[in-house]
């Protein structure tokens, strides 16, 4: 009686002794299509530009709340104050005030620095990052100042910047702060409250430093980097912001604050 055909699609003779080897027939490829549309990824939607109203209505609040704004970083004079902020980068005003409360009473002027020595500097500092670097910063700066300038901190940007150790966010919290120029100094948390807000988008810090200067009225200017520092230093955290503690949640365009007036 005949046996009953396979199911199998294709057996083919072998040549091994007469067994049959199965074999499957390759499966049909699935039709030709379209290359596959990589996932579309969402971006952030663009922010409505805040309106001059606004702008002003922002720094009206910040004045009312904190009329004289002041920076943190202790300070005597324009040297150490300029000596603060070169000690600053990349390490807290509280870490920075730490060290400087045993340098400053030492030296207060460029000569006095340099009578010190860098090696004196250096152990005075070093709870401060990158502290050997900035020892020497600190000793070169004091020498410029007192061959270029009679030892006395220059008043334009560009001496400033010609400095060991000093760039524009730097020269601008001196020029601001000794002098009382407009500037605008923008560091981590002026950056983080200018792009999460949308108050002055940018990609770079002097991309947002540009916008303020452009968007800020003219009566707030002189101040108008205080208050967005200590505004992202306190209010505007990194992390976890405490929008019900802001004072223009409502004009905010963060799409994720998590209050409102």
Partial sequence: MA????????ISASGDGGRGRARMAPKQGKP???KPKPAKIAGKRAQKPWTAAEVSEAFRRFRAANPEPK??????NPYTLLVAVVLSAQATD???NKATR?????ADTPQKMLALGEERVRDLIRTIGLYRNKAKNVIALSERLIAEHGGAVPRSREALEALPGVGRKTANVVLNIAFGEPTIAVDTHLFRVGNRTGLAPGKTPLAVELTLQRVVPDEFKRHAHHWLILHGRYVCLARKPLCERCLINDLCRWPDKTAGW
């Fill in 3 to 10: 046996r009953p055909a396979s199911k199998s699609t294709d």
């Fill in 32 to 34: 030709a299509s379209a």
């Fill in 71 to 76: 920076g943190e970083l202790e300070h005597l």
């Fill in 94 to 96: 509280v870490g920075v």
């Fill in 102 to 106: 045993n340098l400053f009473p030492l």
